[in-house]
């Protein structure tokens, strides 16, 4: 416990009830091995559920696939990560257009990107041209984000609107890449989301519920305890057996 709850606890009973509350170990170790496993990092959740003692959720394979795809796109190699998708699944793709768009857009900015230091825009203007010129018309959303992303090819990179340095910046391929991990987990019949996410929203739905209805004692602050403040940011420090 840090010393900032341990001064909080003192003043608010909230604090030491929630200090007595004895959570089961295995509990927590599965959902620590949902989240590497949904999130997909196949080594780390085949050594946590050795360690752990726990039987894996999801077949190592299956996670290496959608951890190599991830890999690509965070790399920005979104043309690997396309081919990579479609032999994993191609109905994916040919199902849901809107993450179609979402990579070959990706894919343009990564051209735009090479294109600067060379001046060449030529493949840029082509991509553009023949991939993402006869999706955008289908939807004005599609129409917005291509003009956006064709501004790439006029301003200096150096002084961009924010909106437009955003499509430079790793959260793109991040967000991209959750996309495309989802959808290869919901194509599997999978969870979308790890199971500790829900548990987040449901705990902030639960104190804005007793905040706004009840007269219940609550500290102003209530933090996750997700800080770190007293664990070792290594590996041995997720294992709780």
């Known amino acids: 416990m840090s010393s900032t709850t341990a001064t909080l606890s003192a003043k608010n009973p909230f604090f030491r009830q929630v200090e007595e509350v004895k959570t089961n170990k295995s509990d927590i170790n599965a959902l620590i091995l949902d989240y590497l496993t949904i999130a997909g990092y196949p080594n780390a959740a085949a050594k946590f559920s050795t360690e752990a003692n726990l039987s894996p959720q999801q077949p190592s394979t299956s996670i290496q696939s959608r951890q190599q795809i991830q890999t690509f796109i965070h790399r920005g190699d979104i043309e690997s990560a396309i081919h990579a998708l479609n032999d994993l699944d191609p109905s994916i793709l ?5 993450l179609h768009f979402a990579l070959l857009r990706l894919q343009l900015v990564e051209l735009i990107r090479k294109s600067r230091p060379s001046g060449d825009i030529e493949p840029a203007l082509e991509f553009a041209q023949t991939q993402l010129g ?7 959303q599609f129409l917005e984000d291509l003009e956006k992303t064709m501004s790439l090819l006029v301003f200096d990179h150096d002084s961009l609107d924010p909106s437009l340095a955003a499509l430079l910046q790793p959260g793109l391929r991040r967000e991209v890449a959750d996309q495309v991990n989802k959808a290869i987990l919901e194509s ?34 209530i933090d996750l305890g997700l800080d770190g403040d007293d664990v070792e940011n290594n590996y041995e420090s997720m294992i709780t057996t």
Not at 134 to 140: G, I, L, N, S, W
Not at 196 to 211: D, F, G, K, P, T
């Open 94 to 98: 040919d199902k849901d257009e809107s």
């Open 134 to 140: 006869p999706k955008a018309p289908r939807t004005p």
């Open 188 to 221: 599997q019949r999978q969870r979308r989301d790890a199971a500790i996410r829900h548990l987040v929203q449901m705990r902030a739905w639960s104190e804005e519920v007793v905040r706004k209805g009840t007269k219940k004692d609550l500290p102003a602050r």
